[in-house]
Each structure stands twice: as structure tokens, then as C-alpha cells.
């Protein structure tokens, strides 16, 4: 892994196209309204028969501020009173999914995600993590990984030791950019003291692992100051960093509408931007573990990536995989099985719907035996950069190059373009293909030609 990645800018040229983030296979561009409440009570029952471990998902939509450039399931406003009668139908929520789970199912894994779910008061917080701990087998002695969004804006040394008082052990610090007029550009105000405070409590209370978020193509930002940004997180010694590219769809998501397209970087910026922070965290000994993600040698994302056991959810990329994801809240989407649901995203349609007693699933999908498949191969090659096709052939009794001939050409012209590796056995994707793995994905995907590819963001 030590050539873990090479800039290739002739490779980035031709492959940096618009495509999924592949947070699950078959994508939720692909979720229809046909999957209900009796297909999640079934999967439940399923996974209950199975006893699976589990993953939670909490969603707290609200913010105080808005940030131009967020495309999350959000609520912007100061009345924390809002708050309350959306945590009454969460809990409700809570108890109509846990009464079709074992008590014997350990949840392995929770993520508080937003939104800003420090939005709560500390009151609120303990009373959400009760009924959490009342409805489901949370672990008591910090061997799971419970991780919280933190806004450093929205926490103080108080706060961090509530989370971690109330079990939390992993904290994601959003930054973004520390350069003052990127900051007014994007309407975040946030001081490096105020993050570098978060950060000394995170350590202070020991938690286990600090990630910050970055995001590189925002408007005013130059390859210069982003670099200086990067060098100050560095500083700070997160465990994990997650770089996203912007993507500017203002016709998707209204806040976007207030930045001012003329003050975004132009594409050769921002690619200037990616290089320069690859090299920089490359030498301060992060890892690039894939999809804008980078760990220290010694955090579970790599040590499970050179074990080959590194997968990806609708969280990103995990050490859970194996895991029942169950989703909690506005907009979340639980994993079960072979099942994906999404619950409503509009906020007084969730809360209507479990006023009257009825979970709020809205849309989802069932995955078929060729999604079952190509989920997998998109898996490996995703978290592991490579593909052994026996193990495909042993797993879902196929050949591979008979089932996948179709594809053939377009992974031949990958191999020689020096994107991959490629022989009757395998596919190894090369360190000058690894920032394009995503490319190499979709070759896979047997809906994408079906979609606008507006939808998605580029590669890069």
C-alpha cells in the first residue's frame, strides 16, 4: 500500500466523469415508492431470526445557520423548541422498530448525523440516548463505535463530556475551509481555535478517533489557501480525513443558489487543489483508503483495508458492514439484508406519519440476484482496489467473463490505459487509477445509462 496512489492528470482528463458515490449498490436514484412498511417488518423479522449485529443511523435535521454549499436533509432555525416534537415521534419511532428486533442483537455501530445534532440541548441528548439504550442493546463498555457529528460552533468542553459521558467514543469534526473569505463566501464562520478546542476535549475525554471534513472547489478558494488549510488540520493530527469535491448543483439544492458561480474555482484550480493536498497528507503519513478518505496507518480504515475486510454504507466506509443497518429519523435509509428503505424527507410527513402510529418508510428497494452481484464486485473494488473473480464465481455460481462479456472491451481499454490491471483472474486497480476507482465502478452498474448524470457529481 505503499504506492497506495499516483497522479495520472491524462488519466483524470479522460476518466473524471460524473458518476455515484456507490454508498450502496444498487444507488437511491434507484429507490421507488412500491417498498413499504411490510417489506422493513419482514426484513426486520429476517434479521431478528438471524440475531445480526447492528448499526444505527440517528437523524437530527436541524442547524442554527445554513452553509451555502450543504446538500444534507436539513431544517435552518433558532427556535430549539422546534426540537421537541420531532425527538416525541423519533422515540415513537424507536419503539415500533425495536419491538421487531431481538434484545440479543448487539448494536455494534452508532452514528448521530445531520443536520447539526448538537442542536440538542444536553437534556434532549440524554433523554434520546435512553431510549435508545431502553430499546436496543447498546454496549456499555466502549468496545462499539458511536460517533457524533460535531459543529465546534455548536460544542463546548460541557458538551463533549455529555457525548462522552453517554458513550460516544468517535467525533467528525466539519471544518471545510479555514480561509476567512471562503468562510463569508459559504456562509460558515468557524475559527481554528474553535476547532482546535473541540478537538483538545475530544482527546482530553479520550475519545478513540477524531475525523475532520474538508471540501475543496468552494467559492474564493485557491490552491495556495487550501493548501494552508490543510496544513493547519494536519496540526491537528485528526485520525481520519474525508476531502470532498464540491459539486455546485444549485438547481437541486436551493442554498447552493446563494453562492456566486464567478467565485468558484475553475475545474483546472481544483484539481491543482486535489494534487497538492494528496501530496501533502501523503508526506504528514495519512493513508489514502479511497473516495476522498485518508486514515493513519494505525486507524481501523486502514488496518481493515490491508486485511481485506474494509466495506462501504450509506456511512461511508466501515468496519461494519456485516451489520443490519437500521435508519432513525427524517430522510434516513436502513440497510437489512438484501433490503434498502428510505423514511419520508419531508418533516411534517414523517412526523404525521408516526402521530398516526405508521413508520414513515416512504421508498426503497428490493435487491434482485444480479444486484446481489454486482454489489459485491463494486464492493471489493471500492474498498480493496481489487477483484479475484474465483471468489465471485464461488460466491454466486458464475463465470465471470460469461456473465460479464458485455463489459469486456471497456475494461480491456481500462487496462490499457493503465487504469487497471487486468487478466483471466483478476482486476487490480493501479495507483494511477485508484483517485478514479469510482470510473471503474460504473462499468458495473447496470442502471447508470438510465439516469441524467447531472444528478451525480464528478469523480474528481
Known sequence: MLDAIRWDSELIRRYDLAGPRYTSYPTAVQFNSQVGTFDLFHALRESRKALRPLSLYVHVPFCANICYYCACNKVITKDRGRALPYLQRLEQEIQLIACHLDPAQKVEQLHFGGGTPTFLSHDELRQLMAQLRKHFNLLDDDSGDYSIEIDPREADWSTMGLLRELGFNRVSIGLQDLDPAVQRAVNRLQSLEETRAVIDAARTLQFRSINIDLIYGLPKQTPENFARTVDEVISLQPDRLSVFNYAHLPERFMPQRRINGNELPLPAQKLEMLQRTIEQLTA????????????????????????????????????????????????????????????????????????????????????????????????????????????????????????????????QAMAEDGLIELDNEHIGVLPAGRLLVRSVCMVFDAYLEQHNRQRFSRVI
Open 284 to 411: 504528514a503519513g495519512y493513508r489514502y483508503i479511497g473516495m476522498d478518505h485518508f486514515a493513519l496507518p494505525d486507524d481501523e480504515l486502514a488496518i481493515a483495508q490491508e486485511e481485506s475486510t474494509l466495506q462501504r454504507n450509506f456511512q461511508g466506509y466501515t468496519t461494519h458492514g456485516h451489520c443490519d443497518l437500521i435508519g432513525l429519523g427524517v430522510s434516513a435509509i436502513s440497510q437489512i439484508g438484501d433490503l434498502y428503505c428510505q423514511n419520508s424527507s419531508d418533516l411534517n410527513q414523517y412526523q404525521n406519519a408516526l402521530a398516526s402510529a405508521q413508520l414513515a418508510t416512504s421508498r426503497g428497494l428490493l435487491c434482485n440476484a444480479d444486484d446481489r452481484l454486482r454489489r459485491e464486485v463494486i464492493q471489493q473494488l471500492i474498498c480493496t482496489f481489487s477483484l479475484e473473480f474465483a471468489l465471485i464465481e464461488q460466491a454466486f455460481n458464475i463465470d465471470f467473463r460469461g456473465y460479464f462479456g458485455e463489459l469486456w472491451p471497456q475494461l
